[in-house]
């Protein structure tokens, strides 16, 4: 956005506002389809996709330094989807369901994997083997690790080692 599109966001008084002045920029092609009334959730949603969009374009005409940079960047999401997934798992919540509060930038291709593993040990397995993550986990934590009390100190352990 430039700052004139900025500011006229700003004096936005409604929702629908706010679609008619990101019509006229990168976002429009985003909220173009969505129909009145239009929620604060689905803004959200078409501006994180738009942001994951160009993340992906960025990656892929990416140098190899820069590459690993921008992967490196997601890490966090990453981290965060898969204390989801774990979390999740241990109450046994729905999939689908785990995977639709899932960060878009945090996703790789294994993630939905996770969420089928029946126990503890075989989900830290799916992560050493099938995630971008496996260094952090395997040089940090065991499978004794990933239960109910451990979820918080898997994750601040899992971000020490990722930064």
């Known amino acids: 956005l430039t700052v004139p599109d900025y500011n006229n966001l700003t004096q936005c008084e409604a929702l629908d506002d706010i679609k008619l002045n990101l019509t006229a920029t990168d976002y429009g092609t985003y909220l173009a389809n969505e129909a009145s009334p239009l929620y604060t959730s689905t803004i959200v949603d078409k501006c994180t996709q738009k942001l994951v ?93 990933l239960d109910e009390m451990n979820i918080e100190i898997m994750r601040n352990t899992l971000y020490k080692a990722y930064l």
């Open 53 to 145: 969009d160009d993340w992906n374009n960025m990656r892929c005409q990416a140098d190899e330094t820069l590459a690993k940079f921008l992967d490196f960047c997601t890490y966090g999401h990453m981290i965060d989807n898969v204390v989801l997934i774990v979390t999740g798992t241990l109450h046994e919540r729905d999939v689908q369901e785990l995977l639709d509060k899932c960060h878009p930038l945090g996703m790789f291709d294994s993630i939905a994997t996770l969420a089928v593993a029946q126990n503890m040990r075989e989900l830290f397995r799916l992560v050493l083997v099938d995630t971008p993550l496996a260094p952090y986990f395997s040089d940090n934590l065991t499978h004794e690790d």
